[in-house]
């Protein structure tokens, strides 16, 4: 059930009168979506405002998953997506996202907002395998103060055989110290 604090362009709103309250004040952009001004910004709004775009298909992954959870302030500009379900999908190409045909494990997955996205298992996984300071950051931000978060990811990657595995369980590694350093001061 799509939340009553989101709006969509030519849902109940057009884009002028969405246009309009956003200069009045009232509405803020979110995501793909307007939110009163006044509301909280949650998890499962941010997620809620990516529903057209993810449908029951697709998960958010990545840093748009970082974004879900709240480790970032803002949507990335493209949002990177994988298949929720197991049956391949025939995607049209969008400038919007970035989309990897590769099922997520249903284990991997939370519903929030009424859309699917990774874990912030998951999340922290993914972001680590990705070999840039834009994931790494946000790997950081998504881990932060859970030490157990990191062991499990660690400890994940260390049994299976991943593309990417040595640089991000040395990335962890290195969450993980920074952790204990911060703990024991």
């Known amino acids: 059930m799509a939340s009553p604090f989101l709006y969509y362009v030519d849902d109940r709103l057009s884009l002028a009168e969405l246009t309009a309250a956003r200069l009045d004040g009232h509405v803020v952009e979110l995501g793909d ?8 910004e949650t998890r499962a709004l941010r997620a809620g405002s990516l529903a057209a775009l993810l449908g029951d298909t697709l998960a958010a992954t990545h840093l748009t ?7 970032l302030p803002a ?4 949002h990177t997506v994988q298949r929720a379900v197991a049956k391949r999908l025939h995607r049209a190409p969008s400038r919007r996202i ?23 298992l998951r999340t922290v996984i993914d972001l680590a395998r990705v070999d840039d300071d834009d994931h790494a950051r ?21 049994r299976g055989v991943l593309p990417h595995k040595r640089a991000a369980v040395a990335l962890l590694r290195g969450i993980a110290a920074a952790q204990a350093a911060v703990r024991t001061t």
Do not use: S
């Open 33 to 40: 979506a307007y939110i009163p001004a006044d509301a909280v």
């Open 75 to 78: 949507p990335p500009e493209r």
């Open 65 to 71: 998953a970082a974004w879900v959870h709240g480790a």
């Open 138 to 158: 946000a790997c950081r931000l998504v881990a932060a103060d859970d030490p157990e978060l990191v062991a499990a990811a660690i400890a994940r990657l260390e």
């Open 98 to 120: 970035v989309y990897r045909d590769l099922a997520v494990d249903p284990d991997d997955l939370v519903l929030v907002g009424g859309v699917h996205l990774t874990t912030r």
